[in-house]
T-cell receptor
């Protein structure tokens, strides 16, 4: 079984500041991990994924995440926030074995970017 | 476009009515997923189709919910005798293959269902 915990339902940063969105996972098998972004009235867009290759994963829009097995974490970062980054962000996990294929999502973090 | 297409984008119906939600996946994607996004429950898995295999229905919340996928392409999610707690955004996703879970899921914009 897998689960995801996202710490902080709301995060507010100033434009140009570092963005850090936290995600911790629990999985009985090696996980595949994903970050998705959702803009208002839209579906989820994939930002990046970890599938057991490099532990530092670079995604779109300048985001990256680092898989840390010892901390069971997959935090999302961006060095400098832009106003267009304001959205809701979801961390998700799926099993790497032949078990459940569907994604298990965290509860989401709404990012607000202040001018 | 080449993305996942869902229809209708919005649906308002009266309690007790049946509704059908449609998902047209990306061409060539063999795996199709339905999720529900609601305020109190977040994003929940409903059902998963992979090729001709029996679907994984483990996320369906009650027997009022059913889904089918015709010809390995378009899928319809049906909710019978709708209840107010069914109000949510229903998201469909597809991916190249369910066996290779490395493949990311691509999401449609969802159907916003409101039960009066």
């Amino acid at each position: 079984a897998q689960s995801v915990t996202q710490l902080g339902s709301h995060v507010s940063v100033s434009e140009g500041a570092l963005v850090l969105l936290r995600c911790n996972y629990s999985s009985s098998v090696p996980p595949y991990l994903f970050w998705y972004v959702q803009y208002p009235n839209q579906g989820l867009q994939l930002l990046l994924k970890y599938t057991s290759a490099a532990t530092l994963v670079k995604g779109i829009n300048g985001f990256e995440a680092e898989f840390k097995k010892s901390e069971t974490s997959f935090h999302l970062t961006k060095p400098s926030a832009h106003m267009s980054d304001a959205a809701e962000y979801f961390c998700a996990v799926s099993a790497s074995d032949t078990g459940r294929r569907a994604l298990t999502f965290g509860s989401g973090t709404r990012l607000q970017v202040q001018p | 476009g080449a993305g996942v297409s869902q229809s209708p984008s919005n649906k308002v119906t009266e309690k007790g009515k049946d509704v059908e939600l449609r998902c047209d996946p990306i061409s060539g994607h063999t795996a199709l997923y339905w999720y529900r996004q609601s305020l109190g429950q977040g994003l929940e898995f409903l059902i998963y189709f992979q090729g001709n295999s029996a679907p994984d229905k483990s996320g369906l919340p009650s027997d009022r919910f059913s889904a089918e996928r015709t010809g390995g392409s378009v899928s319809t999610l049906t909710i019978q005798r709708t209840q107010q707690e069914d109000s949510a955004v229903y998201l469909c996703a597809s991916s190249l293959s369910g066996t290779g879970v490395r493949q990311p899921q691509h999401f449609g914009d969802g159907t916003r269902l409101s039960i009066l």
